[in-house]
């Protein structure tokens, strides 16, 4: 059982609480008469995520057309909430994804992200063998789920929408609202209203989301269900060294800072990682552009927590 990825522990016993790595107060067991029982969360399985994409290895599927995207430009009123390992925002089902080589329609459920430490390294995915600031899920479910627990036990139940984030030199201004917001939830359960701001603000522009890789996968926290089809996107957000820095300020449920919130990545057993149709992969000598770009941003600009 790959436990080891996640790290996982009881708080209390017999309720199960799981962390990621970069969390070192989360490492003790469960004491007592029930520190014999299983773990709730075992992350084991041979189609897990995240994954290493590699770019000479991965096969075109002409199947895999442009996403419909409905209701993205729409202006949102939601909730942001810090949930003890990531920042969340609650979507409206109104927003759907539709093509792409699914059969069905899908519902948004929820957006969060993943980063590293001060704008350093902290995607989930890399691709041949880069690291990426940060990463979006965009989760979304069948239409016939209330929620994504139901749509996990589908094997095709769940849809997840990714998107890289690459260091920008300047501000991004469309991202202040939700960078803002971040004040306003510093510790678990802080819940802040976003106002006045849609995903298309927040994501490449329409025209470059043709270009994705898909394969199987999983949920990347307990229990880590697979059966889920992510979709990563090979164009980048943008954000500078200053706005990725400001999630590192968020706390986890354990009272450290809310850093490396990322998953590793987890063996392919297999797999085949497929590319969109028309998709040229040409992504290698960005990634190197970008790893440079941030390498020298972080010498100039970044300071321990």
């Known amino acids: 059982n790959d436990v080891s990825l996640l790290r996982l522990c009881s708080l209390p016993c017999p309720l199960f609480y799981w962390c990621y790595q970069s969390q070192f107060r989360c490492d003790h067991t469960c004491t007592g008469k029930c520190q014999d029982k299983p773990l ?46 990531t920042i969340q925002m609650d979507l409206p089902s109104s927003l759907k994804i539709e093509r792409g080589n699914l059969t069905v329609p899908y519902k948004a459920l929820q957006f969060h992200l993943h980063w590293g ?44 929408l990714g998107f890289f984030f690459q260091v920008l ?16 939830i510093t510790y678990p359960t802080n819940r802040t209203t976003l106002r006045g701001v849609s995903l298309d603000m927040f994501l490449p522009s329409r025209d470059n989301l043709t270009k994705y ?43 450290n800072h809310m850093v490396n ?21 040409l992504i290698s000598t960005v990634l190197l552009f970008m790893s440079t770009l941030l390498s020298s941003a972080l010498s100039l600009h970044t300071q321990p927590l």
């Open 40 to 85: 709730t969360f075992r992350c084991s399985g041979g189609a897990q995520s995240p994954v290493n994409i590699v770019t000479r290895s991965v096969q075109r599927d002409e199947h895999l057309i442009p996403f419909k995207l409905t209701g993205y430009e729409k202006k949102l009123h939601g909730h942001l909430i810090n949930n003890g390992h």
């Open 169 to 184: 030199l300047s501000e991004y201004l469309k991202f202040d609202p939700l960078i803002d917001a971040l004040k306003n």
């Open 261 to 281: 919130t990322y998953r590793p990545v987890q063996p392919l057993n297999g797999r085949q990682v497929y590319y969109s149709r028309g998709h040229a992969v």
């Open 117 to 160: 430490k001060n704008g350093g390294p902290g995607s989930e995915h890399t691709i041949d063998g880069e690291q990426f600031p940060m990463e979006m899920h965009v989760v979304h479910i069948k239409e016939e789920y209330d929620c994504l627990s139901q749509a996990a036990k589908d094997g095709t139940g769940v849809a997840v």
């Open 213 to 255: 890789f898909r394969y199987d996968g999983s949920l990347t926290t307990p229990n880590c269900s697979e059966g889920i089809l992510p979709f990563y996107h090979n164009v980048t957000c943008l954000l500078s060294l200053l706005q990725l820095a400001s999630f590192s300020q968020l706390r986890f449920s354990d009272g």
